[in-house]
């Protein structure tokens, strides 16, 4: 049979193109447009008609013919043929050339790049792209030697509307030699009667057509899809095509499909044996009947979304011959996500003539395949007939959506330490502010840290986080009494890693919170008790975040990215003791609670539907801390603390599979460590409070603090 649209004789199309360069009256009836004089750009409009329209183009019989970065959009009108670039000469090379057509009509061919020789001659890296409009021959980049050898490769044919004829990513005919490889055309819309991925012909040496791809994600192809096609032009030739893809997620196929084929000297098409070839044949997420599949090595499979037991994924049509797929491997790849799947679901993955040359990738078993990405399944394919089924055998959450929980963990930390900066040098720093005065008196304090939460896999950040308000302090018989308000944010990256046997997952992110809150203390100045005090704390706000990678994607490669928009809220409790040891040594011991609530959110990733729970942190702190008044208002200060994590738990529940994803906790100890010194000189506008702060065991970090107030 013969590809669609198409003859094998390329010297004679080679021909053609020649004779039209270089004989200007081909066509009485329209002029040629040269896009040399203006920059390498040529623009074809609406009532335009030419024979020939080029980007750039170069002609040297007795040197190199070298043709880069031309273009030419085509935007309405007709052009008979049209060059991003061409190049002819004793030697010529096209590369990095392009066409665009938005409209119009091309009755003959349209090239990314051309290069035509007496010599070698090579064709790289062009480019087609059809939106729109009517054309003939597409080539992504073409190469023609009279005498020596020719290569096309690296070329791109993008199909997304409008009409064609034979589209082709690159094609290369030589003399003594011929190689067209890594090519590629992508079809996502329009009507096409013929594809291939790359072509190579020769009269002698080798044909080679090889690590071509062909792309299917919407359109209709009427005739034939062929990853890579040689020429047997002569006896003893050798012809070579290997390693080609073809990759169909969606749109109609009326012809038959080949991983790579032969085409003789009559124009008759016959793919090659499968066996060994190397060629792929790609089904992910596309269902339904193919006339012919033949010469590929590999046909990977992904069920689509919704497929339901006893359906039949691929359907082998009525011109299947029984060793089309002699040599053959069937693979599970997964399935596309979003609706569900049971553990006992039966599938028939391909029915037809030949199927039972088949073998089965594994021994039949499917072990960690992604249902979408969410999910991991389990299988077993088995021969029934002519067919091939697989039946679900076990189904679970990918333990890869942890780090979802991961982030959410850096989430909290965040809040965390924002209600320990107000819990602690914020609320200092309002009782100094208000200390001695009859008024309300501003206050601020920031803290900057680095810090990794990790019982299992770790979360990281790093960041910023500030509290200002107004305090007032409240003088009575039995002690002193700080009320205040304030403004909160906070600010921070975030990377998160964990490990796991179906591949690390490394994220990052980052949080935003802004909120406000009350604080009070109450100090006992008298009586028996005097140095006891206690302190507590209202937060409320909003946190959002965003967190992204490239380490869980789904069967079509889409990756795992989200936006998280909740509110917090939450307490702090603290009862502590204040010693004055001596004149100048003081111990300031505390035991706090801090309580912190990130309400739950519904969301959407990649096409799958997820809870992210509530979450709360519950913290019991106990420190102390020893300063030292060396001379008047310098004190220099060191201490330490225990905490203890009773919750910290995220939890992420996938909505439609009734399953959830692993969880990560906060919870567990760790050992903190403070060291600073404060200048309060009674006398001085200036006042000075420097610290550092570091800790160790499920929380670590490291982290310091700045205050610097001049009074006016």
């Known amino acids: 049979m013969s590809v669609s649209g198409f003859s094998p004789f390329r010297p004679v199309l080679a021909a053609l193109v020649l004779a039209a360069s270089l004989c200007p009256s081909w066509s009485a009836t329209a002029q040629d447009l040269d896009g040399n004089a203006s920059g390498g750009r040529a623009v074809v409009n609406n009532g335009d008609t030419y024979d020939i329209v080029d980007g750039r183009k170069t002609e040297s019989w007795s040197g190199s013919a070298i043709v880069r970065n031309g273009h030419v959009d085509v935007d309405g009108g007709m052009s008979n043929q049209v060059f991003g ?27 990314g790049g051309y290069s035509f020789a007496d010599q070698s001659a090579r064709s790289n890296s062009n480019t087609v792209i059809q939106n729109d409009g009517a054309t003939s021959h597409v080539i992504g980049g073409g190469a023609d030697s009279n005498r020596a050898g020719s290569t096309s490769d690296s070329n791109i044919v993008l199909l997304r509307g409008g009409t064609s004829g034979l589209v082709m990513g690159g094609y290369a005919s030589g003399f003594t030699g011929a190689e067209s490889l890594y090519n590629l055309v992508s079809i996502t819309g329009g009507d096409i009667e013929s594809v291939v991925g ?63 084929a032969e085409a003789d000297s009559q124009g ?42 006893g359906d039949t994924l691929l359907t082998l049509g009525t011109g299947q011959t029984a060793d089309d797929l002699q040599g053959s491997t069937v693979r599970v790849l997964g399935a596309l996500g979003g609706q569900g799947m049971r553990i006992g679901d039966r599938y028939t993955l391909v029915r037809g003539t030949g199927t039972g040359e088949l073998s089965l990738r594994d021994g039949g078993v499917v072990h960690d395949a992604p249902k979408g990405f969410a999910l991991l399944f389990d299988g077993s394919m088995q021969r029934n007939g002519n067919a091939i089924d697989l039946t679900i055998t076990g189904l679970r959450a990918n333990p890869q959506l942890k780090a979802f929980n991961q982030y959410r963990v850096a ?23 208000a200390a001695g005065q009859d008024a309300w008196m501003p206050f601020a304090a920031i803290h900057g840290s680095t810090e990794r939460y990790g019982n299992d896999g770790w979360a990281d950040g790093t960041g910023l986080e500030l509290a200002a308000g107004l305090a007032r302090s409240f003088t009575g018989e039995a002690g002193d009494l700080l009320l205040g308000a304030f403004f909160e944010y906070g600010q921070t990256s975030i990377g998160t890693r964990d490990e796991f046997s179906v591949g690390d997952v490394y994220g990052t992110g980052s949080a935003r919170y802004a909120g406000g809150g009350l604080l009070a203390r109450f100090d006992l100045t008298s009586g028996l008790l005097s140095g006891l005090y206690a302190q507590a704390g209202l937060r409320l706000g909003q946190i959002n975040g965003d967190w992204q990678t490239q380490d869980i994607a789904s069967v079509l490669q889409q990756t795992a990215d989200f936006d998280t928009t909740t509110a917090y809220y939450g307490l702090f409790a603290s009862l502590g003791y204040q010693w004055q040891a001596t004149e100048r040594l003081r111990l300031d011991s505390r035991a706090s609670f801090f309580w912190n609530h990130q309400d739950g959110q519904d969301i959407s990733i990649m096409g799958e539907d997820f809870r992210f729970d509530p979450m709360d942190s519950c913290l019991l702190r106990v420190g102390t801390r020893l300063s030292y008044e060396l001379f008047q208002g310098f004190s220099p200060y060191a201490g330490v603390a225990w905490e203890h994590e009773f919750d910290g738990t995220a939890r992420t529940g996938l909505s439609n599979h009734g399953v959830d994803a692993p969880s990560v906790s906060m919870r567990g100890d760790s050992a903190v460590f403070m060291a600073g010194l404060q200048w309060d000189p009674r006398n001085s506008s200036l006042h000075v409070d420097l610290g550092l702060e570091g800790s160790a065991g499920v929380r670590q970090s490291i982290g310091g603090q700045a205050r610097l107030v001049w009074e006016f």
């Open 198 to 260: 790359g072509d190579a012909a020769t009269t002698h040496g080798t044909a080679n057509a090889s690590f071509n791809a062909v792309l299917i994600n919407g359109g209709s192809v009427k005739g034939n899809v062929i990853g890579g096609l040689v020429h047997m032009q002569s006896t003893g030739q050798s012809l070579v095509a290997r390693y080609n893809a073809v990759t169909i997620v969606n749109g109609t196929i009326s012809g038959d499909i080949y991983g790579s």
């Open 85 to 111: 670039g061409w190049a002819l000469g004793a030697r010529s090379i096209t590369q990095y050339n392009s066409v665009a057509v938005h409209g119009g009509s091309v009755p003959h061919n349209v090239y």
């Open 411 to 433: 989430q909290m930390a965040a809040l965390d330490r924002g209600a320990r900066l107000v819990e602690g040098t914020a609320l200092e720093q309002a009782r100094k502010a």
């Open 268 to 309: 008759t098409t016959t793919p090659r044996p499968a066996a060994g070839s190397g060629n792929t044949l790609n089904l992910l997420g596309w269902q339904g009947t193919l006339r012919r599949v033949a010469a590929f090595q590999d046909l990977n499979l992904a069920l689509p979304n919704g497929m339901t037991s």
